[in-house]
């Protein structure tokens, strides 16, 4: 079993629907993040958190809305979903005992999302 | 603003040979820098990981280096194999007393032809 799993993997939808992307882990990390990938563009960081009561705005969160369930479950909502949300989302983990931070250590294996 | 710019853009070499990425950033003061390989259609996988103080860092055929001085960084490809086709993503992420986000480069995508 992936340590990092998102569910679904793929989606199409049409634009003013709401959409729901769930990532569970089973590595036991605090922190959690997702990122959206776009062709020709580095990973953008939507939201994070670093443990259940703490959640952060990335650098692209508007648009975007997060749930953290439980210490292994991180969601990600788009409330309204438009066109150009269509990208490629990662949900990632990483262990707070590496040194400095260190960012996401492990990614899931992305939901395509298409937006009508 | 928090910058990391890769190069080449993409790579074509043959099986065997080695090759170098590149990765310039402006990050600073930063904490560590990380390689990713991303396979299509997969999530980025954490190959190195370096902290300011550290030169080199090796991962069986894959060495990473970096100059804190020059903010630079490389990967080095050894003896390359069909599998080593994907796209190499540098991360350079702030100290803790920053903004904590981390800046992804835009990647360098490999293709290892036999």
């Known amino acids: 079993d992936a340590d990092v799993t998102q569910t679904p993997r793929n989606r199409i939808t049409k634009t003013g629907k709401r959409i729901m992307l769930e990532c569970s882990q089973t590595k036991g990390h605090d922190r959690m993040y997702w990122y959206r990938q776009d062709p020709g563009l580095g990973l953008r960081l939507i939201y994070y958190?670093?443990?259940?009561?703490?959640?952060n705005k990335g650098e692209i969160s508007d648009g975007y809305s997060v749930s953290r369930q439980a210490q292994a479950k991180f969601s990600l909502s788009l409330e309204s979903a438009i066109p150009n949300q269509t990208a490629l989302y990662f949900c990632a983990t990483s262990d707070t005992t590496v040194t400095g931070g260190g960012g996401p250590q492990h990614f899931g294996d992305g939901t395509r999302l298409s937006i009508l | 603003k928090n910058q990391v710019e890769q190069s080449p853009q993409s790579l074509i070499i043959l099986e065997g040979k080695n090759c170098t990425l590149q990765?310039?950033?402006?990050?600073?003061?930063?904490?560590?820098l990380r390689w990713y390989k991303q396979d299509t259609g997969r999530g980025p996988v954490s190959l190195t990981i370096m902290t300011f103080s550290e030169n080199t860092k090796s991962n069986g055929r894959y060495t990473a280096t970096l100059d804190a001085d020059t903010k630079q960084s490389s990967l080095h490809i050894t003896a390359s194999q069909l599998s080593d086709s994907a796209s190499y993503i540098c991360?350079?992420?702030?100290?803790?007393?920053?903004?904590?986000?981390?800046?992804f480069g835009r990647g360098t995508s490999l293709i290892v032809h036999p």
């Open positions: 990765c310039n950033y402006t990050v600073s003061p930063f904490s560590n």
């Open positions: 991360v350079v992420s702030p100290t803790s007393g920053g903004s904590y986000i981390p800046t």
């Open positions: 958190s670093f443990d259940v009561k703490d959640i």
